[in-house]
């Protein structure tokens, strides 16, 4: 989604990674309950890994502020090239 709001909707960097990530939240809190009510859910796991993306999720915010944008949309599209090197090895 980040490479379309940069690209189609011309949002700056930092701007579409917040974008974003309020959308996934949306999109996950409608695929909890169709999980949910099927029984697929370690809710105490899911506890322990909200817990940690608290956390993590916080230094990334505060982190990304820090960085110049140049910078941050060279480091995205390293991290998405690596995910497709994997994807296409694996």
């Known amino acids: 989604m980040v490479p379309l709001?940069?690209?189609?909707q011309k949002l700056p960097q930092h701007v579409?990674?917040?974008?974003s990530l309020v959308i996934v939240i949306f999109v996950a809190t409608a695929g909890v309950f169709?999980?949910?009510l099927?029984?697929?859910?370690?809710?105490?796991?899911?506890?322990?890994?909200?817990?940690?993306?608290v956390g993590g999720s916080y230094f990334?915010?505060?982190?990304?502020?820090?960085?110049?944008?140049?910078?941050?949309?060279?480091?995205?599209?390293v991290f998405l090239f690596s995910v497709a090197v994997r994807m296409f090895v694996t």
């Open 5 to 8: 709001l940069t690209s189609l």
């Open 16 to 19: 579409a990674h917040g974008t």
């Open 34 to 36: 169709g999980y949910w």
């Open 38 to 53: 099927n029984g697929n859910v370690d809710w105490r796991l899911a506890f322990w890994l909200a817990l940690g993306s």
């Open 60 to 77: 990334g915010a505060t982190t990304m502020n820090r960085i110049p944008e140049r910078w941050l949309r060279l480091i995205f599209g």
